[in-house]
């Protein structure tokens, strides 16, 4: 399967990358080779099979639902690259 | 003997009859560090001062007789993977250049709880993805046996800090084969648990249903003292498993007769290293000759685990991945146009080419129109690579593979061409698919004098049988004695 340029931006538009032309390129090149190896998967039939999200686990194990301490705020910030009082700052969304 | 020659347990004996102390078991390391790291680079950044004020702290309880446990004042060193409070930790990125974390990671603390003195922090692949250490933002480590090879990966550093007797013990993750592959290529001993054996609490996500973090080390008897200190249900991490804890050194010197060895032919892969494949062969035999019975099995998806795998891992990467954003931590873009604009430039400048790959790929099967296709199929085939282990362990006690159908390769053998690359972990990522413990223990040498692993692959919960099996090997031959020429 070969992926086009537009293909590929668009994916990385999806992944939030700021891809360059020269990057796209490659992408569309290597992506493609890796996607025809991958497509053996489509031989097999896997009609009436369950699918696999965790290998061992039957379910979830949740906590109990209580309240407890967590990071306090200035520990929680301290590797914010901006912040304003107690909150992350990010440059401005509506113009 | 220097004192770091020495493996684990030597040390935590010398250490409990007082033969020697921590800071000077510390202090060795260091200095073998200062003498070899700038050949080998295992080392992303040192702890020097929290790892003697630990060792101080360590002597101090020895002295009073309230040592923390076996392993009290041995020094180790962890993976940059794992959160640690106070200590840069950046997943050999640049895009978490900076970030201090606020806590450590449950098998840090563990550690720490423990009593050992943490060096610093291990190189590794960018955010663990790779199998030869080359795509860590801060450059690649090399293999102690021969310096213009890889150590594998994505654990390189914790491998390559082993044989090269910087430090005694370390911690690895392996989410398709990144502490065995290692472990392979430096003749050196790791073990990747049960997923949900060992907390993934503070380790920083690649693929959360394959990333199984675990000790490394230079004898399966060391690896079994460190498991023995990480193994325990983690109420903070949700895929803990609340399963019980053997003593995993109680069992270890019982050996292997009457034990069932399953050798699934699928794995003696074509194009696989004769060398690699003879070592192989000479350890079954020698299995056959403790009084274990071989057994042929077949895993009939195993060729599907490729391809699986680099669909389910980029996909769940992609997400995780999402994170890194240039808001709460890191790396954040400068000169900006807004918001969009300030995410795409954060990770385009952050992240490397392997993570970008992997990040468009899992994004490309998990887009709309694309879903069903690929990553759904992916993960019912998973299903069918779980049945075939489960039918085989109706058989055998365990499964004995090579590790890697290669020794280690040249450093930039392979790092333009991404699919030759992903086959290197074709013998390990089928045990993460499956959730199952592996190890990967010295098996020999190839006439070049590069290290040979071998793969054992056990039932869910059944590390301490893999490791009796591992020792068994290990109780017979001098492999883990030969020094790396470094």
């Known amino acids: 399967m070969k992926l086009t340029v537009e293909q590929v931006r668009h994916v990385a538009t999806l992944a939030r990358l700021s891809l360059s032309s020269e990057e796209e390129e490659r992408y569309a090149t290597q992506l493609s080779a890796i996607l025809d190896a991958v497509a053996q998967l489509q031989e097999l039939d896997v009609s009436g099979v369950e699918p696999t999200s965790h290998a061992t686990l039957a379910s979830s194990l949740l906590r109990e639902d209580v309240t407890r301490p967590s990071l306090p705020p200035e520990k929680a910030l301290a590797n914010a690259p901006a912040k304003v009082g107690t909150s992350f700052a990010v440059p401005k969304i509506l113009e | 003997m220097q004192l770091t020659d020495l493996t684990l347990l030597e040390l935590a004996s010398k250490l409990a009859s007082g033969e020697t102390t921590s800071v000077e078991a510390t202090r060795a390391c260091l200095a073998r560090i200062a003498q070899v790291d700038g050949k080998v680079k295992a080392f992303l950044r040192l702890d020097e001062h929290g790892a003697l004020a630990a060792a101080e702290a360590s002597d101090a309880r020895r002295k009073n007789g309230n040592p923390l446990g076996p392993l009290d004042g041995v020094p180790v060193a962890v993976k940059d993977i794992f959160l640690t409070e106070g200590v840069e930790t950046t997943c050999a990125s640049r895009v978490l250049e900076g970030f201090v974390p606020p806590y450590d990671a449950t098998a840090v603390r563990l550690l720490k709880e423990a009593g050992t003195p943490i060096l610093g922090k291990l190189n590794q692949d960018e955010f663990a993805m790779g199998s030869s250490n080359e795509s860590s933002a801060y450059g690649p480590c090399h293999n102690p046996w021969d310096v213009t090879r890889t150590p594998g990966g994505s654990s390189g550093g914790s491998a390559a800090a082993l044989a090269a007797r910087e ?33 993934r609490y503070g380790v920083i996500a690649y693929a959360s249903s ?32 609340p399963a019980d804890v053997p ?11 009457g034990l069932k060895l399953g050798v699934p032919r699928e794995y003696f892969v074509e194009g696989m290293d004769p060398e690699v494949e003879a070592s192989v062969r000479e350890a079954l035999k020698a299995y056959e000759r403790l009084g274990a019975t071989l057994v042929d099995v077949s895993l009939p998806h195993t060729k599907y685990a490729l391809a699986t795998y680099y669909l389910l891992a980029p996909a769940e990467a992609s997400s995780n991945l ?31 080419p392997e993570v970008k790959r992997r ?70 990522l089928p045990c993460n698919l499956a959730g199952l413990p592996g190890v990967s223990l010295p098996c020999g040498f190839t006439k070049a004098g590069l290290p040979i692993g071998l793969q054992l692959m056990g039932r869910p919960f059944d590390e301490a049988k893999l490791l009796r099996i591992a020792r068994a090997f290990e109780r017979e031959h001098d492999y883990v004695r030969r020094p790396a020429p470094i």
């Open chain 2, 167 to 199: 430090v005694f013990g370390t911690l690895g993750t392996d989410t398709g084969g990144s502490i065995r592959q290692p472990a392979a290529f430096t003749n050196t001993v790791g073990i990747k648990p049960t997923y949900g054996r060992v907390s």
């Open chain 2, 210 to 241: 394959l990333d199984a973090p675990g000790p490394m080390a230079r004898t399966v008897g060391d690896v079994a003292a460190l498991l023995q200190v990480l193994a325990r249900h983690d109420p903070r991490d949700s895929t803990s498993a």
């Open chain 2, 247 to 257: 003593d995993y050194l109680a069992d270890l010197e019982h050996g292997v007769a």
């Open chain 2, 322 to 352: 999402a994170r890194y954003d240039g808001v709460r931590y890191g790396r954040r873009a400068r000169e900006v146009k807004g918001l969009r604009d300030m995410y795409g430039e954060t990770r385009d400048q952050g992240f490397g």
């Open chain 2, 359 to 428: 990040i468009m790929l899992g994004t490309y099967a998990l887009s709309a129109g694309y879903y069903d296709a690929y990553y759904l199929r992916a993960q019912k085939v998973r299903t069918l690579i779980r049945e075939d282990f489960t039918k085989a362990f109706t058989q055998v006690d365990a499964l004995v593979t090579p590790t890697s159908p290669v020794p280690a390769f040249k450093l930039g053998e392979k790092v333009n061409d991404p699919l030759s690359m992903y086959l290197m972990d074709v013998c390990t």
